[in-house]
């Protein structure tokens, strides 16, 4: 509950996750039935990259900043870029937009959100936000109950976004319990599980338990800009995409390699990109 994503946004990691968000959600709009996406801690809709939580790390100067003023994105990426800088005048880079809004700008008229904050701050800042539209709906709880408090939903087509902030040590085991409630819930739910990378032991034991979580499919997308042994602390983050749309992960043999370059900040960048569960 003392995270605060404004110190973050933008970042390699926000890059990685908030374009492939995006992404997921348009592929699962090439069906014109009515989609809910749900989101476990959606922070803010906007931080002010020029303000004083962003402007003490200036964690984003290596994130978006690194893609502002590229001509050679591909895919998908552009789409991600043009997605900030509509929220932006004169190609400046002020602001960033948090999940909540790149998911909003891509509502139609049929689909429904439902955005969960535990901070009692940033969930007041998010209904004020989204205040006009009834097609929102925030709630001030823990983002972990979402699956038990919302699955199935009428719509009977979901996706998820589980992004805690990882400040306790049982976050990997709560977010494989999630997951877990959610396919128990609603089997077909797309689920986009964001971590860190950092403690590779404990990593592996993550990995194992999705695989034997009982999902239909499970894909790993991983990106360092780091070595992931290095002692800095966040070497790279990755999303298990559970049942992930066709064809994301081809998408993603081209995207991964091109982000890698781009973002390393430690010799070589790397990535990863494999199925824990269901290969096709």
Known sequence: MNYRHSYHAGNHADVLKHALLRRLFELMQRKEAPLCYLDSHAGTAFYDLQGESAGKTGEFQDGIGRLWQRDDLPLWLGDFRAAVAAHNEDDSLRFYPGSPQ???????????????????????TLKQHFAYSDQVAVHQRDGYQLPKAFLPVAEKRALWLLDPPFEKTDDLQRCVSAVQ??????????????????DQRLLREFYQQIADAGVPKALRVELNIRPVDNQLGLNGSGLILVNPPWPIW???????????????????????????????
């Open 181 to 198: 409630i959610a396919i128990q819930r609603m089997r077909q739910t797309v689920i986009a599980l964001w971590y860190p990378i950092k």
């Open 250 to 280: 081809e998408e993603l043999e081209q995207v991964l390699p091109w982000l890698s370059r781009t973002l390393a900040q430690s010799g070589e960048g790397s990535y990863r990109l494999d199925w824990l569960a269901g290969e096709p």
């Open 102 to 124: 790149f998911i909003a700008d891509l509502l139609r008229p049929q689909d429904r959100m439902i955005l969960s904050e535990l901070h009692p701050d940033d969930a007041e």
